[in-house]
């Protein structure tokens, strides 16, 4: 089993910057693809941003250029950095590590852009 615990999130300004911690119990980046999801209030849970065998990664259109995901084996952490704001990435941003046999959740933090 593995737990996800998700912290960096908080209250920010628009145009403001966040950064956003997964730390893991034990190693996933050669086991599980790992990735940032978010959900509002009756919205689906949609992905933000992936990273595959530690290296590879993609994200959403409406977050690209200004969103970052990375990993640190070592730490078994992941990150993202969320960089110029908006009030359209309020929600509940959760940690994913999953593959064919498993599906882990982290159980979210939040993040709220309001002026």
């Known amino acids: 089993q593995v737990q996800l615990v998700e912290s960096g999130g908080g209250l920010v300004q628009p145009g403001g910057s966040l950064r956003l911690s997964c730390a893991a119990s034990r190693s996933i980046f050669n086991i599980y693809a790992v990735g940032w999801y978010r959900q509002t209030p009756g919205k689906e849970r949609e992905l933000v941003a992936r990273i595959i065998s530690g290296a590879a990664t993609n994200y959403a259109d409406s977050v690209k250029g200004r969103f970052t995901i990375s990993g640190d084996s070592a730490k078994n952490t992941v990150y993202l950095q969320m960089n110029s704001l908006m009030p359209e990435d309020t929600a509940v941003y959760y940690c994913?590590?999953?593959?064919?046999?498993?599906?882990?959740w982290g159980q979210g933090t939040q993040v709220t852009v309001s002026s």
């Open positions: 994913n590590a999953r593959n064919v046999f498993r599906n882990y």
